[in-house]
């Protein structure tokens, strides 16, 4: 099981990533015999796609069972980014609901701007830096 953020949001979780927050609770709740893996550098989901397949050393979709999870506003984006970054892989995405009109509006354009990104790098490296200021200030 791989879990992946970075920074999170200093007045919650100060000090720890987005990573170490998801272990610690999931951990509690897996048997003992599951490793979670910290993937504790993405900041973006474009970039928890990419990065988390670093810890999956020779991934192929015949050797790994790929499920997503994430809030059910966010499974749209997920559903796909995964399926632009991983073409020949069947993604399962499992969710749960934590939504606003503000966040859906939000998330809209969040799609739209990481689609985008998957095809101008300079998207992405803009949406990374605006994440890292986020972080900075939250």
């Known amino acids: 099981l791989i879990v992946c953020g970075g920074a999170s949001q200093k007045h919650s979780a100060q000090g720890l990533t987005e990573a170490e927050v998801m272990a ?3 951990s509690r709740r897996l048997p003992p015999n599951i490793p979670v893996v910290l993937e ?4 973006t989901t474009q970039e928890n796609l990419l990065f988390g397949c670093r810890h999956l050393p ?6 790994y ?3 997503l999870f994430c809030d059910a506003i966010r499974a749209l984006k997920v559903k796909i980014l995964a399926s632009k970054i991983f073409p020949r892989y069947e993604t399962g995405i499992e969710t749960y609901d934590k ?3 503000a966040e859906a509006n939000r998330q809209l354009i969040a799609t739209i701007l990481e689609v985008l990104s998957l095809k101008f790098p300079i998207l992405a490296r803009w949406h990374h830096n605006q994440r890292v200021k986020r972080a900075e200030r939250i």
């Open 24 to 26: 610690g609770y999931i």
């Open 40 to 43: 504790k550098e993405s900041l």
């Open 58 to 63: 020779g991934y192929s979709p015949e050797d």
């Open 65 to 67: 069972q790929q499920v």
């Open 99 to 101: 939504s606003s009109p």
